[in-house]
């Protein structure tokens, strides 16, 4: 599937991207209570970008430059902005 492709509301998103950019990891209060920390990347491919939040570990995974396939993701839409998010039934590996 391609960035371009991608629509609001969309499940089930695997997407093979390259990592733009990684913002400065912050730390969220969780709807269920508690914390966790989140970054927000910017990947690419030929026919566009997107913006990925990373939580937790997947944060430490990636860096700037790597090329990475995400599996089962989702598409969330915040203050009218689209998203790619992993989830919790989502994969992100380097490759």
């Known amino acids: 599937m391609k960035i371009s492709e991608l629509k609001a509301g969309m499940r089930n998103v695997s997407v093979v991207a390259k990592i733009d ?29 997107i913006k990925l939040s990373l939580w937790g ?3 430490s995974k990636v860096q700037t430059g790597d090329k990475v396939s995400i599996e089962n ?9 689209n998203s790619l998010s992993i989830g919790k039934f989502g994969k992100l590996k380097k490759i």
Do not use: M
């Open 21 to 49: 950019s990684v913002g400065q990891p912050r730390t969220v209060n969780l709807k269920t209570g508690g914390t966790n920390t989140v970054a927000d990347a910017v990947i690419s491919d030929e026919s566009g970008s």
């Open 73 to 81: 993701g989702y598409i969330n839409t915040f203050k009218g902005e």
């Open 57 to 59: 570990e997947d944060i």
